[in-house]
């Protein structure tokens, strides 16, 4: 099992790390869910900074990942990243939600991160089954751990108990 995941249970704003990942969606100007809770935690220099982003390369493609200040959140940066949307399965979806978790790991990377905390994402109003998701996110962050050495602490947030119980199961089978 690898020693740098921990699956918590709790709210990714209060946890403090290197850097958050937000489950955003491609307009980059907030939302519900855990895009809601880091843009009402973090404060308006977020979206100030997401709008500049937004005016230089428009908004942020399905599984890519950009990253800006973290505001009032205790954390150096929030990488936004957009999830696939389910929808049934045979339009890529695991290949965009894989990229998520790769991207963000590269942009953490490349930001000089040596921890990150990571919602479940697409699982919430992008409806990506819960399972496939868990197991998707794990094997990535694990092969990315092997890739990126300087990332030394990965938090996996699990807002709901439900998602909190499917990767704890899972990574006890690692
Ligand atoms: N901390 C950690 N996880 C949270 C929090 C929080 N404070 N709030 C919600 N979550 C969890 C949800 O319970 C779910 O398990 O984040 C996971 C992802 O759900 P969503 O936030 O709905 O994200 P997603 O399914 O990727 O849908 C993205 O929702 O909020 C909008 O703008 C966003 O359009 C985008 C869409």
């Not at 880091?38 to 990942?65: D, F, P």
């Not at 696939?84 to 695991?94: A, V």
């Not at 991160?113 to 479940?120: D, Q, V």
Request: charged residues 15%; neutral net charge.
């Amino acid at each position: 099992m690898n020693r740098k995941i921990e699956i918590i249970h709790g709210d990714i704003t209060k946890i403090p790390v290197d850097i958050i990942v937000n489950a955003a969606n491609s307009s980059l100007l907030g939302g519900s869910g855990v895009d809601g809770a880091i843009h009402r935690m973090g404060g308006k220099e977020i979206l100030n900074a997401c709008q500049k982003i937004r005016a230089k390369q428009g908004g942020c493609k399905v599984g890519e990942a950009v990253i800006t200040t973290a505001g009032n959140l205790p954390a150096k940066y929030v990488i936004h990243t957009v999830g696939p949307r389910w929808n049934g399965g045979n339009n890529h979806e695991t290949d965009n939600l894989k990229n998520c978790y790769l991207n963000s790991f590269i942009v953490a990377n490349n930001n000089g991160a040596t921890s990150i905390s990571f919602p479940n994402i697409s699982t919430g109003i992008y409806n990506f089954p819960k399972n496939q998701a868990a197991s998707i996110a794990l094997e990535t962050i694990t092969d990315s751990l092997y890739l990126y050495h300087n990332i030394q602490k990965v938090n996996i947030v699990c807002f709901e108990i439900e998602n909190y119980l499917i990767y704890k199961e899972l990574i006890e089978s690692l």
